[in-house]
Each structure stands twice: as structure tokens, then as C-alpha cells.
């Protein structure tokens, strides 16, 4: 690959940047005017949260039973093993749940709109599917945008959920906790504030997994091998934005409800 | 949905003779690459244009201008008289409902059946469904598919899959269908299949088309042949007899080379024109 010079570089990312942004910009708006695609919504919000499912529901009870292991084995030295529960759902809610739900589906469907609508674009159905009088913007990239977002926010609900159970289990069956005790520790410790910073991120996160996917996809060139890059390309994007956009939210919150 | 023109302006314009497709000194270039310099035509309403030129001289690229696909660098794009320049969005999406479009590598849509890829327009234009599907049933017997209207593209032969391309170009009764090479890179008999259903739709529906070839040998069936309705078959003009409709533009290196006549091309003098049709 020839080096580019500095000044080729920085307008190609300047106009990368240009073009994601339109594009999100104009799937927002279309979310706002006719023709709307119901049908096609709700295929992807199947595959996007359904199919997601397994995939969340074990990493977040696994993400859980981690959680209260490690915290277990620092805990002791202090002698606050019952703070575990605590430490559990304040860690799942705030940070854990929302990312790794994030991450996991980023993994999964980021990589899948960016293949499907890559082929698309190389097989020039993208093209008919304009020559046929549809906006491919429309058709394709807003019903992903509010499936992705929409079942980002429940899945991160699921996995905060299992990660509890999760915690739960290794408390009461390997660190011989009290079932109540740890779920009263881990419910008392959750404030207003900290459900709210869960429940953010995963807007922000569904939002990222569309857009970076469907643009990657809507951009592919160059044949089979131009859709294996831009799939590539598209996860790594994501989920780096996906860590990014977490710790500014996380900012964020920390300033509004100093927590 | 913004309109492109009313119905009553289209049939005045179509009258008063406006082409269906005019490029006035259009220029295309993808990055160094000048693909076409300075190309004017015109097609005028019932005329079926054949375009001649080596591969990669910006035919398929032609095609798209002149759906509004692609935009060109410089020139216009005049489809019935309005400029694709000044449109909007909308209104392109809307001027090509009157447009189908047959692509070089059919385009199908993959992940869904053959009806359904044939019904496409119908069902963005929420015709009922009783009358687009038997408006594809009548699309898939034109190109005599009907057996596998629920068959998915991936299951199809190419020449399977370019017939049922046709079939979803036709569907809506469009003003002008544009012809990506679709006989290109099929076998004698399936091309001559495929040219019989381009005759047959310039002879009963008297519809406008662009038609991209690299068989000269096609252009020429075209011209020589119509479709005979008692028989239901493509014949030989009698008495060498040449259809007046079907005309030629030929294109190299970017330019356009002929525009004209079938007999006016093969009676041209150009030695660059004659070393390329013999
Ligand atoms: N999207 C694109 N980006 C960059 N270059 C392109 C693009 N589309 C076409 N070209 C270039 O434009 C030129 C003409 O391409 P086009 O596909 O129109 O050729 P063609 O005349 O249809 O050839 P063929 O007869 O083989 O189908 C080629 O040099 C091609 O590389
Ligand atoms: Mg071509």
C-alpha cells in the first residue's frame, strides 16, 4: 500500500466523517416522514434482539459470576464479603451491562448490516432497489437505526439482569452468602441515577451499531474482498466508538447526578 | 411523494415530440479517469437506440446517467424535457417510476423470491394485492417464467435470473426501459430468447428503449426483425425490410462515434466504425 501524504489523509477522514453524519442525519429524519418501513422494522428488531438474546443472556451471567468472585476475594481482606451484592449491581448497571451488551451485539450485527448491505452494494442491488423508486436510506438504514436501538435498551435490561442472577449464584452456592442479604445489598446500593446512566448508554450504543454498520456497508467497493474490509472495518469502528462514547456519557452523568 | 410530471403533462410533452432522453454535452470522470467527454444524443419517444462500443468505454455508465444513478460532472440530463440536475431528491425517485431498468448483472434482490422481486414497484406504489400479483403472473409469462415464480434468485440460471429482470422492468408499464447488455455473456439461443422478448415489447407495447450490446450480431436482429402477433414469434422483416425505430449510437474512447440510422451505420465510411462491425 503506497503512503498517503498527511494532507490526503486528513481529507479523507474529514469526508468519512461528512459522510456518516449525513447519513445518520438523514436516517433520523426519515424516521419522520413517509413512506415509513414497519415491516422491515420489525424483521430487524427479530434479529437484532431476538437473535442477540443467548449471546447477552451469558455473557451477562457470566460477567455476574465473575463479578462476585473477584469482588469476593478483595472484600474478604477487609472483612465485607456481604458488600459483594453491592458491588455486583452497581458495576452491572452502571457499566458492565450497558457496554458488554453493547460490544457483544456491535460483534454480531455491526458486522452483519455491514456484509449485507456491502453485498448489496457490490451486486448493484442498491443501485435497483434506487432505480426502482425506494431510497435505500430509507428502506434499509432506518428501520435498522430503530431495531438496534429500541432492543439495545431491553437487551442491556436482560443482561443487567441475568449478571445479578449471575452474582447471586456464585454468592449463595460457592461463597455460602445469604440469598437475601446480597439482594438486598445489591438493590439498596442502585440510586436513581445510576439506572439512569445504564439505561443511556445503550441508546447511544444502538445508535453507533446502525449508523457505523449501515455506512460501512453503503460505502463497500470493490467486490467480495471490498465487503470483507468494510465488515472488518465497521466492528472495529463500533466498538471503539461504543468504549468511547461510554466514558463520555459516563462524564457526563458524574456531572449531572455526581455519582 | 413530490410529483415529477402529471400524467397530462407527459402525454402534451410525448406529442409535441420532446425526447424521452436528451444528453446535451454530458461529462463523466471517475477520479483521473475520463470515462465519458462531451456525449450529446437524443431519443425521441418510441425509438429503440442500440449502443454499440468496446468494454469499458462507459456504456453502463451512460445507462445510469440517464436514470438519474449517477450524476455528471458537467451537462445535462434532460428525461421529457426536465433536467435530472434540478430535480430533488424525491422528484428523481419519482421520475424513475416511469423508467425500468435492466441491470448487466440482474440486481435481484437475493434474500427475497422471485414474485416478490418482480412485485417490488408494485408494492412500493401499494397497488392491491390481488392485481399485482396477477400483474406478475402476466410479467413472468411475457418472459415465459411463470414455473418459477417462487423460486429464489440464488436458485436461478444467469439467464433465468436476467429474464426475470426484464419481467420486473416491465411490470410497471414504464415511459422508457433501459437495457444493460442483457444478453451479454450468454449462450446463442437464450440471447435470441431475450431479443425476441425486446422485440416483442418494442412491437406490442411500443415502448421507448436504450439497449447496451456487445453482439453486433443482436443490434442487427433487432433491426431486421418484428414480432408477429398471429404467430407469437420474432420474424424477418419481408423483403429485407429494416424496423425504422431502431437506431444507433456507438461510443469510443469517451465519444460518441455514430448516431444514427441502421442503414446509415452500415453504409458509414469511418475506417475506425468499419474495422469494428466486420
Ligand atoms: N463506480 C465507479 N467508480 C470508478 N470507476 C468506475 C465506476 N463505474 C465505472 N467506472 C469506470 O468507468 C469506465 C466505464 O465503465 P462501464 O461499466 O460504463 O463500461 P461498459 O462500457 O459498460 O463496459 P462493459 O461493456 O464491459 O459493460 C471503466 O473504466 C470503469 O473502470
Ligand atoms: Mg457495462
Redesign the interface.
Known amino acids: 500500500m503506497p503512503l498517503a501524504s498527511p494532507e490526503a489523509l486528513a481529507k479523507k477522514i474529514v469526508s468519512s466523517v461528512q459522510e456518516y453524519s449525513l447519513l445518520s442525519a438523514r436516517a433520523v429524519a426519515d424516521l419522520f416522514s413517509t413512506?415509513r418501513y414497519i415491516a422491515d422494522t420489525y424483521t430487524q428488531m427479530d434479529s437484532i434482539g431476538f437473535g442477540s438474546l443467548p449471546i447477552v443472556i451469558l455473557t451477562g451471567f457470566f460477567t455476574g459470576c465473575v463479578l462476585a468472585l473477584q469482588a469476593a476475594v478483595t472484600l474478604k481482606e477487609f472483612g465485607a464479603v456481604n458488600m459483594t451484592g453491592r458491588l455486583v449491581s452497581l458495576s452491572m448497571v452502571k457499566e458492565l451491562g450497558p457496554v458488554l451488551t453493547g460490544l457483544m451485539v456491535s460483534g454480531r450485527n455491526t458486522s452483519g448490516m455491514a456484509s449485507e448491505l456491502g453485498s448489496?452494494k457490490v451486486?448493484?442491488?442498491i443501485?435497483?432497489?434506487?432505480?426502482?423508486?425506494?431510497?435505500p436510506v430509507r428502506k434499509l438504514v432506518a428501520p435498522r437505526l430503530v431495531a438496534s436501538v429500541v432492543m439495545l435498551f431491553f437487551l442491556t435490561i436482560i443482561a443487567d439482569a441475568c449478571g445479578m442472577a449471575g452474582g447471586a449464584a456464585v454468592s449463595v452456592i460457592l461463597l455460602r452468602l445469604n440469598a437475601g442479604a446480597f439482594l438486598h445489598s445489591s438493590y439498596m446500593a442502585l440510586q436513581y441515577g445510576d439506572i439512569v446512566e445504564g439505561l443511556v448508554k445503550p441508546l447511544f450504543s444502538g445508535f453507533i451499531i446502525a449508523t457505523v454498520g449501515c455506512y460501512y456497508g453503503l460505502k463497500t467497493t470493490g467486490g467480495t474482498r471490498g465487503v470483507g474490509q468494510s465488515t472488518t472495518q465497521a466492528v472495529v469502528v463500533s466498538s471503539v466508538f461504543i468504549i468511547l462514547v461510554d466514558f463520555l456519557v459516563t462524564q457526563l452523568m458524574i456531572g449531572i447526578f455526581g455519582r | 411523494m413530490a410529483e415529477f410530471l402529471s400524467e397530462a403533462t407527459i402525454k402534451e410533452r410525448l406529442d409535441a415530440g420532446v425526447p424521452i432522453v436528451e444528453f446535451d454535452h454530458v461529462s463523466m470522470r471517475f477520479d483521473a479517469n475520463e470515462v465519458l467527454r462531451s456525449v450529446s444524443f437524443k431519443v425521441a419517444h418510441g425509438e429503440t437506440r442500440v449502443i454499440l462500443g468496446p468494454a469499458g468505454v462507459g456504456k453502463s455508465v451512460l445507462m445510469k446517467l440517464a436514470n438519474g444513478l449517477l450524476m455528471p460532472d458537467s451537462g445535462e440530463v434532460r428525461v421529457l424535457g426536465r433536467s435530472l440536475n434540478e430535480m430533488n431528491e424525491s422528484e428523481m425517485f419519482a421520475m424513475r417510476a416511469h423508467v425500468g431498468m435492466v441491470f448487466q448483472e440482474s440486481a435481484l434482490f437475493d434474500s427475497i423470491n422471485v414474485e416478490d422481486n418482480v412485485a417490488y414497484r408494485l408494492e412500493e406504489e401499494h397497488v392491491p394485492p390481488a392485481e399485482i400479483h396477477a400483474r406478475v403472473v402476466e410479467a413472468l409469462q411475457f418472459v415465459e417464467l411463470e414455473k418459477a415464480i417462487a423460486k429464489f434468485p440464488p436458485e436461478l440460471s444467469g439467464g433465468m435470473r436476467r429474464r426475470v429482470s426484464i419481467a420486473r422492468a416491465i411490470v410497471s408499464r414504464p415511459q422508457l426501459i433501459l437495457y444493460d447488455s442483457p444478453t451479454g455473456g450468454l449462450d446463442p439461443i437464450t440471447s435470441t430468447t431475450i431479443i425476441e422478448l425486446v422485440v416483442k415489447q418494442r412491437d406490442v407495447s411500443h415502448t421507448t428503449s436504450l439497449l447496451i450490446t456487445h453482439r453486433l450480431q443482436d443490434a442487427f436482429t433487432l433491426a431486421t426483425h418484428h414480432f408477429d402477433q398471429q404467430t407469437g414469434h420474432m420474424e424477418p422483416i419481408p423483403d429485407g425490410g429494416i424496423d425504422p425505430g431502431t437506431k444507433f449510437l456507438v461510443i469510443n474512447e469517451g465519444r460518441v462515434v455514430f448516431d444514427g440510422t441502421t442503414q446509415e451505420l452500415v453504409r458509414s465510411d469511418d475506417p475506425w466504425l468499419k474495422a469494428y462491425l466486420s
Do not use: F, I, K
Open positions: 413512506p448489496m451486486s448493484e442491488q443501485d435497483a432497489m434506487r432505480a426502482l423508486g425506494t431510497d
